[in-house]
C-alpha cells in the first residue's frame, strides 16, 4: 500500500491515568473486546507532582470508530475494579477444630495453624 493509498486514522483519548500500570490494564481489557487501543504518555510519571498538569499521565487512544464502545467498556472496567461487581463470599463462618480461629467462609485453610478445612466445620 503507497503513502498515497493510505489513510490516516484519527484516534480519541478514552481513559488517562497517573499510572502507567493502570493505563495498560484498559488497554489490554479494550483488546480483549477486539477494540484497537494504543497507550501514549506516561514516561514523564516521575514529574508526576511537580506539575500543576495531567500532561504527565498515560492516555489509552482508540479510533474514532470505536470511541462509544470504548466508553462503555472502560466505564464497565473501572465499575469492575471498585469491587461493585464481587461477589460475596457464601456460606457461613467456620471454626477451626485445631486451634479454634474463626474463619470466613472463603478460605479452606486456617490462617492460625495451617490446618486444612474439614467439610462439617461452621462456627
Known sequence: MSGAQRQEQTMQRVYSSP?????HLVQGYLEQAGLKAIVQGGELGGLLGLTATTETYASV???DEELAQAE?????????????????AE??????????????????DCW???????ASQEA
Do not use: H
Not at 499510572?19 to 493505563?23: I, K, M
Open 19 to 23: 499510572s502507567p500500570a493502570e493505563a
Open 61 to 63: 487512544w482508540v479510533p
Open 72 to 88: 462503555e467498556l472502560v466505564e464497565a472496567f473501572l465499575s469492575d475494579d471498585q469491587g461493585e461487581n464481587e461477589p460475596e
Open 91 to 108: 456460606g457461613a463462618f467456620w471454626r477451626c477444630a485445631s486451634c479454634g480461629e474463626e474463619l470466613e467462609p472463603q478460605f479452606t
Open 112 to 118: 492460625n495453624c495451617g490446618a486444612t478445612r474439614v
